[in-house]
Each structure stands twice: as structure tokens, then as C-alpha cells.
């Protein structure tokens, strides 16, 4: 199995939740102190993210606190089909903590992550660059942290974690539950995030976030999300996607787009 790209991942951080009820992880070292699920957020709210599930530990003897001394590592296969490789990588790669398929997408590898700063031996993988993996992502339609999902503003549906096992429609209640499990019944989301790229000439200072997507007439199909160079992510109307798509920039002049739909949607989504 060759991997495309072994890249270290920087916008991360790690919290360890340790729990009185059963473990969230396969047997690894990790699990010889406590029973313990391991939670992969955007560093640029931990803080936040701390403070909020402290809320919920109710009066259980939960605690949560982060592990610093965590390393995350993206690992991207050059054919998505290769996930079941990780059996070769976890028995190559002995200083491995935690190796496990990303649960997103199979088009996004593994994730991997080991305690100390070296680099990791992967056979016949190379080290690349995060802005290799952040792009990677962006073409796959794959969102990632609050730049690209807002607090407040990114809905789940729209973001499309429904395919990305990241929302629940058996076990309840969470905030919100009852407006995302009535609009995935009803199966009308007439918004999405779609990966788009930048036709022409990219601004220097890029394309603003939020910036109106629009049609040749002029009219508004969505906002771009968040990208990186002449790829990112844009929530537009699916009815719209079709037809000639444009930004206006800063400089009074326009930036055409074309949108894909990421073969590994589901059928009913595409």
C-alpha cells in the first residue's frame, strides 16, 4: 500500500473524557490508566469546548481535560479503497497510540496519533505539507473546524454530517435534535456544502468568507464558505449548481466558480 501523503495535522488538539461506563476505544495503551473516549476538535476552541461539556457532567464523576502530549497525524492512501491497509500500517508503526480509519470518508484515509514530536515510519509513505491535506479535503467536500463550520451559523444537514457519521437520528436529545430530525425526515435540504473551484485569477487576499455566490443574472445562489487557493467550500441552493456561477472580489471584478457533487455522497443526495 503506498500513501500519497503522510502529513502532520497542526489545527488540532485532543481531549481525553475518562468515564465510569464502558471504553469508546480499541485496546491500546492509551486505555491501560481508565476507560476513557478520545474526542479530536479544532484547537482554537478548546477552551470553549471544555467549558461546554462541563455543563453536561451533571453529578457523574466525569472528567475532561486535554492531552497535550497527543500528536495528530493525517494519512491519505493514493486509493481510497486502501483503508483495509491499516492492518499493515498498525503492525509497521510501533509507536502508535491510536490508528483508525477517519469515520468522514474513506477519500480522507486514517487518523493517526502518537505521543512523542518524532516522525512516525509509515512504509512507503512521504511527508507533505498541511496545506496538501487541507486541500485534499476541500476537494473531497469534506468540512473541518469553525472556520468552515461556524458556530451558529453552520447547520448539520447542510454541512452534510449526515453522511459523515456525524449525526444521530436514533439516540437523543441534543440541542437542536428535534429541527434536524424533522428536516432529514421531511428530506427537503434545499442547501449544501459543496466543493467549488476558482476559475481564473484568485485575489491576493483571497475570496472573503461569506462572500454572495451569484448567477450570470445576477441572482444569489449561496455564499462561499471558507477554501484555500482556487478550492473550497460554498453553501448553495442544489438547484442552482448547475448553471454559470460567479463572486464578484474586492477589486469590483468576478471570480467564475464550477461546483462538483463528491462521489462518495449517498445516491439520494447527488
Given at each position: 500500500?503506498?500513501?500519497s501523503?503522510?502529513?502532520?495535522?497542526?489545527?488540532e488538539d485532543?481531549?481525553?473524557?475518562?468515564?465510569?461506563?464502558?471504553c469508546?476505544?480499541?485496546?491500546?495503551?492509551?486505555?491501560?490508566?481508565?476507560?476513557?473516549?478520545?474526542?479530536?476538535?479544532?484547537?482554537?476552541?478548546l477552551?470553549?469546548?471544555?467549558?461546554?461539556l462541563a455543563?453536561?457532567?451533571?453529578?457523574r464523576?466525569?472528567?475532561v481535560?486535554?492531552?497535550?502530549?497527543?500528536?495528530?497525524?493525517?494519512?491519505?492512501?493514493?486509493?481510497?479503497?486502501?483503508?483495509?491497509?491499516?492492518?499493515?500500517?498498525?503492525?509497521?508503526?510501533?509507536?502508535?497510540?491510536?490508528?483508525?480509519?477517519d469515520?468522514?470518508?474513506?477519500?480522507?484515509?486514517?487518523?493517526?496519533?502518537?505521543?512523542?514530536?518524532?516522525?512516525?515510519?509509515?512504509?512507503?509513505g512521504?511527508?507533505?505539507?498541511?496545506?496538501?491535506?487541507?486541500?485534499?479535503?476541500y476537494?473531497?467536500?469534506v468540512?473541518?473546524?469553525v472556520?468552515?463550520?461556524p458556530p451558529?451559523?453552520?447547520?448539520?444537514?447542510e454541512?452534510?454530517?449526515?453522511?459523515?457519521?456525524?449525526?444521530?437520528?436514533?439516540?437523543?436529545?441534543?440541542?437542536?435534535?428535534?429541527l434536524?430530525?424533522?428536516?432529514?425526515?421531511?428530506?427537503?435540504i434545499r442547501?449544501?456544502?459543496?466543493?467549488?473551484?476558482?476559475?481564473?485569477p484568485v485575489?491576493?487576499?483571497?475570496?472573503?468568507?461569506?462572500?454572495?455566490?451569484?448567477?450570470?443574472?445576477g441572482?444569489?445562489?449561496g455564499?462561499?464558505?471558507?477554501?484555500?487557493?482556487?478550492?473550497?467550500?460554498?453553501?448553495?441552493?442544489a438547484?442552482?449548481i448547475?448553471?454559470?456561477?460567479?463572486?464578484?472580489?474586492?477589486?469590483?471584478?468576478?471570480?467564475?466558480?464550477?461546483?462538483?457533487?463528491?462521489?462518495?455522497?449517498?445516491?439520494?443526495?447527488?
Amino acid at each position: 500500500m503506498d500513501c500519497s501523503l503522510f502529513t502532520r495535522h497542526l489545527v488540532e488538539d485532543i481531549l481525553v473524557l475518562p468515564s465510569l461506563g464502558g471504553c469508546g476505544l480499541p485496546e491500546h495503551e492509551l486505555a491501560e490508566q481508565a476507560p476513557a473516549f478520545l474526542l479530536e476538535c479544532d484547537s482554537a476552541v478548546l477552551g470553549a469546548l471544555e467549558t461546554h461539556l462541563a455543563l453536561y457532567r451533571i453529578r457523574r464523576k466525569v472528567v475532561v481535560e486535554p492531552c497535550p502530549e497527543l500528536r495528530v497525524w493525517a494519512l491519505l492512501p493514493d486509493c481510497p479503497e486502501e483503508v483495509c491497509g491499516a492492518a499493515l500500517l498498525r503492525e509497521r508503526t510501533d509507536r502508535t497510540s491510536v490508528l483508525t480509519p477517519d469515520p468522514r470518508t474513506a477519500r480522507m484515509g486514517w487518523r493517526l496519533l502518537i505521543r512523542d514530536e518524532g516522525l512516525v515510519p509509515v512504509p512507503r509513505g512521504r511527508l507533505g505539507d498541511p496545506r496538501d491535506y487541507h486541500r485534499h479535503r476541500y476537494q473531497q467536500g469534506v468540512p473541518e473546524g469553525v472556520r468552515d463550520l461556524p458556530p451558529g451559523v453552520a447547520l448539520p444537514l447542510e454541512s452534510n454530517l449526515a453522511f459523515m457519521n456525524g449525526v444521530s437520528f436514533s439516540k437523543g436529545c441534543y440541542i437542536g435534535q428535534e429541527l434536524t430530525a424533522r428536516t432529514h425526515h421531511m428530506g427537503v435540504i434545499r442547501k449544501r456544502l459543496f466543493p467549488v473551484q476558482l476559475l481564473g485569477p484568485v485575489p491576493e487576499d483571497g475570496i472573503a468568507l461569506g462572500a454572495p455566490v451569484l448567477t450570470e443574472s445576477g441572482q444569489a445562489a449561496g455564499k462561499y464558505r471558507a477554501g484555500q487557493g482556487d478550492v473550497g467550500l460554498a453553501l448553495l441552493r442544489a438547484e442552482k449548481i448547475k448553471g454559470p456561477l460567479h463572486i464578484r472580489t474586492s477589486n469590483s471584478g468576478q471570480v467564475a466558480l464550477t461546483v462538483s457533487v463528491p462521489d462518495w455522497w449517498p445516491t439520494v443526495a447527488k
